[in-house]
């Protein structure tokens, strides 16, 4: 089919060329050969009367004019996408729609779980594709990678609709052999302790605890970063390190592990986990009925 002209399948090609930048990758991601892609490129040129993708160096960047059209082909695409995969019949017990998630380790520890279980039992044929927050979350979930984000309050895509989801407030582990550490932790003892300091996306996305210290310009030893919060007992056990963690995921850990849990000494502010979808699955059926399943379950919560 052509629109002025254009034959709107080189849109799907002209997507990927912009986004990956590479003949080569947008070939692989559209399971095209590399020469089909190439011709496809040589027919947008042509059209466009621009080339597009051009290679300084050893880099290949966009031209002005193909930086201009990602965002908005992109948005074309997305569209048409919501319009044909929205199923107005959808029933939970029999589809088999996949819905991809990103959220934290700790989300899918205390939250995503029960949620799934109960997913299996009024949707079983579906699929649930979890990934891990990171640098591109946003991204992600602008581009359509994602299907929804679950992360803090702070983190949010713009021009998406969100909703809170649940709280939390925040504890501190110890070992439990820890001599350091008894029923109490004042802040200069929690200052003067090493630390396991969690870092999201190599220590690009800054974590609760740590913009708290930052904001009061306070100074801790930061002994041991980790990718993860589950990580954290391995880290802890048979040391004199301390590590700041959500307090329902605290519990959790100290359940299977000789872990002490005790108050939080820092000026920490509540922790807002907060649900974002993408603009154009607004209406859809399926992301709707999940967006209620995720309510039921964080009403359920302690």
Not at 55 to 79: D, F, H, Y
Request: glycine share 4%.
């Amino acid at each position: 089919m052509r629109l002025n002209k254009l034959d709107l399948n080189q849109l799907v090609v002209l997507d990927a060329v912009l986004s990956e930048r590479s003949v080569k990758r947008a070939a692989e991601r559209l399971f095209l050969s590399p020469p089909a892609a190439s011709c496809a490129l040589a027919r947008l040129r042509d059209y466009f009367k621009d080339e597009l993708l051009v290679q300084i160096g050893k880099t290949m960047v966009l031209t002005p004019r193909a930086e201009s059209m990602q965002k908005p082909v992109r948005e074309v695409l997305l569209q048409i996408q919501a319009i044909i995969t929205t199923d107005p019949s959808f029933v939970p017990m029999t589809s088999t729609r996949k819905i991809t998630i990103e959220a934290s380790d700790y989300v899918m520890n205390v939250f995503l779980g029960e949620v799934l279980r109960r997913a299996w039992h009024e949707a079983p044929h579906m699929q649930f594709d979890l990934r891990l927050i990171g640098t591109q979350s946003l991204a992600n979930l602008d581009n359509g990678e994602v299907d929804m984000l679950i992360g803090p309050d702070f983190y949010k895509a713009p021009g998406h609709p969100s909703e809170p989801l649940f709280e939390d407030t925040w504890s501190c582990l110890s070992w439990i052999g820890n001599e350091d550490v008894r029923e109490e932790l004042s802040l200069d003892a929690y200052l003067s302790l090493g630390h396991v300091i969690i870092e999201w996306g190599a220590g690009r996305l800054t974590t609760s605890d740590e913009r708290v210290i930052a904001k009061h310009e306070y100074v801790r030893r930061r002994e041991v970063m980790a990718p993860n919060f589950t990580v954290v007992p391995q880290l802890l056990l048979g040391t004199r390190r301390i590590a700041t963690v959500q307090t329902r995921l605290a519990k959790l850990l100290a359940l299977s592990h000789p872990l002490r849990l005790l108050p939080c000494p820092l000026p920490m502010p509540v922790l807002a986990e907060t649900l974002q979808w993408h603009k154009y699955q607004e209406h859809d059926p399926a992301i709707a009925w999940f967006r209620d399943l995720l309510r039921r379950v964080a009403g359920t919560l302690d």
